[in-house]
DNA sequence: CCCGTTTTCACCCTTTCGGGTGATGGACGC
DNA sequence: GCGTCCATCACCCGAAAGGGTGAAAACGGG
């Protein structure tokens, strides 16, 4: 899986085109600045100078971050399990268990196998678990599952 | 698809506003700036604590921008068919149908009451689409179905 | 009109699933 | 200790699903 990490974010499309803004912007006023200045007799002083170079830098520092802290790539979506409804529907571990592996697409033997127990077991845990989401088939305990947020 | 390119980007409504808005801070700082050196020839704050006001300044500035020129709104997640590997797969029209419907965890007899066809039509059409799709269990053409993009 | 594809349906069979009932052992709290 | 919950397993039975084969219509393009 691609990891994108600082220079990655550096170079993307959206850090770069913020980052022409910021530099065209700041030029603009610069500009503005100087004209005013001329206009008015006054000269710009190497403090202002000063001030405006940091700013520009600090500027363009703080909408890397904020780019890079905020920017959510596609592919990195995480799930987060509704425990809350689990809790409140008495889905046990063992029968969430079951349930993953139900998405899955493994049979009840399938299953039974891979813990290690009695395709006989199985078959009641799924039952349990299809009487707690109010499911009568595996497809309809998944989409049940997945509307509730049990599973991704 | 409406997709985003730079010029787009460049013309959205948030990066306008953030535009006109750092030109007009950056304009009225640096006036600010001309009319308190101009008015006091004697510095009121020390000039590091006056670079340290506008770096910090600047830099939420900058990441409150960067944040809203990336930030990805919830958006309205709309499914597009992947019709290219449908095709590829040579996956009919009424095999798409049945797949819906499977997907919907609707059994083959429902399937085949709500299409006005026979059962065993539905079989029929089930186990070619499984064929095409690799799958050996409607789950698993779900899952896969749902991995090619052709359901949602 | 002919040929290929699609759609439709039937019959066989095995596997998987789901419902129901009952039983045992362990953990936990009162 | 006792009741409760959980995990485990067994059996029976019917329904659903899936694999295989075959074949009759319908449909569309060359």
Redo the contacts with the bound molecule.
């Keep these: 899986m691609p990891r994108r990490n600082s220079l990655g974010n550096l170079l993307q499309p959206a850090a770069l085109r913020f980052a022409a803004l910021t530099g065209l912007v700041l030029a603009l006023g610069a500009a503005a600045l100087s004209w005013v200045s001329l206009q008015h007799s006054v000269r710009l002083i190497p403090t202002e100078l000063y001030a405006i170079a940091i700013a520009i830098f600090f500027a363009v520092l703080g909408g890397w971050a904020g780019h890079s802290l905020t920017a959510r790539r596609p592919e990195t979506r995480v799930f987060s399990r509704n425990d809350a409804a689990m809790a409140s529907l008495?889905v046990?571990?063992?029968?969430y268990e079951v349930l993953t592996h139900?998405a899955g697409g493994?049979?009840?033997?399938?299953i039974?196998r891979k813990?290690?127990?009695?395709?006989?077991?199985?078959?009641?845990?799924?039952?349990?678990l299809?009487?707690k989401l109010g499911?009568?088939?595996?497809?309809?305990?998944i989409r049940k599952a997945r509307a509730l947020s049990l599973i991704p």
């Design positions: 008495g046990t571990v063992r029968e139900i493994r049979t009840n033997k399938e039974a813990l290690g127990v009695s395709p006989n077991t199985i078959k009641s845990q799924a039952a349990s299809f009487g499911a009568a088939r595996r497809i309809d305990a």
